[in-house]
């Protein structure tokens, strides 16, 4: 119990500090943090690309169509909301939810790092392909490498990646539907 309140301690200043930042590349009136939430002793690491109009609002991670239907697929696949870590690359909602810039994934990297190795998850799931970049690099792509667990050395400790898609890419193209849920099946 002590070490889960000592790991939820260390979130919490990283979510301050990441709240002080104000946005760094991402300064605007009305743009709120959105450090990430869950169990902060978890096996199993969400990581999507950035908030949206919804989350900014909210305070929250995927809490907009897009996030409510991978919380459904999850809670589906028996990941209860309570039992995993669930943030973004970026902290900070980007413009019209356009795609974050390579400044914007910098900025926000020490934030992110610090969470990983606050929470040291077993297995690191990304949404979408920014994520995906993060700890695959960049021209990997995630039509063909879905679904796929991947061991990488995350600062001295071995970490599984598990790409999946972004749920909003199932809400432009339905098809993809069956690929999130087929990767959910796999990570189980």
């Known amino acids: 119990v002590n070490k889960i309140m000592d790991k939820q301690k260390l979130l919490d200043e990283i979510a301050k500090k990441i ?21 902060p002793d978890t096996d199993v ?8 109009f919804n ?3 909210q305070k929250r991670p995927f809490v907009g169509v897009s ?11 028996g990941f209860l909301e309570k039992d995993v870590f669930i943030t973004n690359i970026v902290k900070f ?3 019209e939810n356009r795609d974050p810039t390579p400044q914007e994934i910098e900025f926000f990297k020490p934030f992110l790092d610090k969470q990983i190795e606050i ?27 879905h679904g796929q667990p991947h061991s990488i050395n995350w600062h001295g400790k071995t970490v599984t990646i598990f790409p999946m898609f972004h749920p909003a890419a199932a809400l432009r193209d ?10 959910f099946i796999k990570l189980k």
Request: proline content about 10%.
């Open 19 to 39: 709240e002080e930042t104000e946005g760094g590349p991402l300064k605007a009136p009305g743009i709120n943090s959105v450090p990430g939430e869950g169990n």
């Open 45 to 52: 690491f969400f990581c999507g690309e950035a908030p949206g």
């Open 55 to 57: 989350e900014n609002e």
């Open 67 to 77: 996030g409510k239907l991978l919380r459904r697929v999850m809670v589906e696949n």
């Open 93 to 95: 909602r980007p413009p």
């Open 119 to 145: 929470i040291d998850p077993k297995v690191i799931v990304t949404l979408g392909r920014f994520s995906m970049y993060k700890f695959l690099g960049e021209g990997v792509g995630i039509t063909r490498i």
């Open 174 to 183: 339905p098809s993809t539907m069956k690929f999130i849920k087929e990767d």
